[in-house]
Nanobody, 117 residues
Framework: QVQLVESGGGLVQPGGSLRLSCAVS????????MNWYRQAPQKEREFVARITSGGTTNYADSVKGRFTISRDNDKNTLYLQMNSLKPEDTAVYYCNIVFLSGTVTEWGQGTQVTVSS
């Protein structure tokens, strides 16, 4: 079973940057999309960004122009570069993979991002 481990979170001031990583336990050759989601306290988990197997990217309106999703196939790692961070970006960030069959990986432990002065 594919395991995902998120890392790279932390405390950052408004306007700052962070790069999140999602390490995948094995090489994934075929998939539909790799996604980042986030969950703020007392809120539902929400979609942040997606990259398809063909490299197409999609973003939530709230992060468009500030966040960039990418992947390194050689390192089996998914990234989320977050710039111009705002307090409302504070959340636990999670990654997942949607396979061609429709199967979705289980959530990892997430990584906490806190944007505060």
């Amino acid at each position: 079973q594919v395991q995902l481990v998120e890392s790279g979170g932390g405390l950052v001031q408004p306007g700052g940057s962070l790069r999140l990583s999602c390490a995948v336990s094995e090489r994934i050759f075929t998939f539909n999309a790799m996604n980042w989601y986030r969950q703020a306290p007392q809120k539902e988990r929400e979609f942040v960004a997606r990259i398809t197997s063909g490299g197409t990217t999609n973003y939530a309106d709230s992060v468009k122009g500030r966040f960039t999703i990418s992947r390194d196939n050689d390192k089996n790692t998914l990234y989320l570069q977050m710039n111009s961070l705002k307090p409302e970006d504070t959340a636990v960030y999670y990654c997942n993979i949607v396979f061609l069959s429709g199967t979705v990986t289980e959530w990892g432990q997430g990584t906490q991002v806190t944007v505060s002065s």
